[in-house]
Nanobody, 115 residues
Framework: QVQLVESGGGLVQAGGSLRLSCAAS????????MSWYRQVPGKLRELVAH???????NYADSVKGRFTISRDNAKNTVYLQMNSLKPEDTAVYYC?????????WGQGTQVTVSS
């Protein structure tokens, strides 16, 4: 059984920074990609950032230049460094893992940015 444990969310003022972490544990043979999504009430979950097995990254236009996704393969952990946060970044952030042809989601961590 694969589990994803997220941490790092919280309350921050506009312009501030937060770093999210997502650690995968369990029986994992091969990770294909790791991503961060976010969701606000009444809206669809949206992709924030993705990092492939080879390390290539892509970002939502709304976070380009402010957020950075990275991974530690030895720890099966993915990070999301969020700088210059804006109130519109407020959401529940979810980690997503594709491994061994299966899809896994974390439990979500709340990020609240006050103006």
């Amino acid at each position: 059984q694969v589990q994803l444990v997220e941490s790092g969310g919280g309350l921050v003022q506009a312009g501030g920074s937060l770093r999210l972490s997502c650690a995968a544990s369990g029986s994992i043979f091969s990770i294909n990609g790791m991503s961060w999504y976010r969701q606000v009430p009444g809206k669809l979950r949206e992709l924030v950032a993705h990092i492939s097995i080879g390390g290539s990254t892509n970002y939502a236009d709304s976070v380009k230049g402010r957020f950075t996704i990275s991974r530690d393969n030895a720890k099966n952990t993915v990070y999301l460094q969020m700088n210059s946060l804006k109130p519109e970044d407020t959401a529940v952030y979810y980690c997503r893992l594709v491994a061994d042809s299966r899809l896994y989601w974390g439990q979500g961590t709340q990020v609240t940015v006050s103006s």
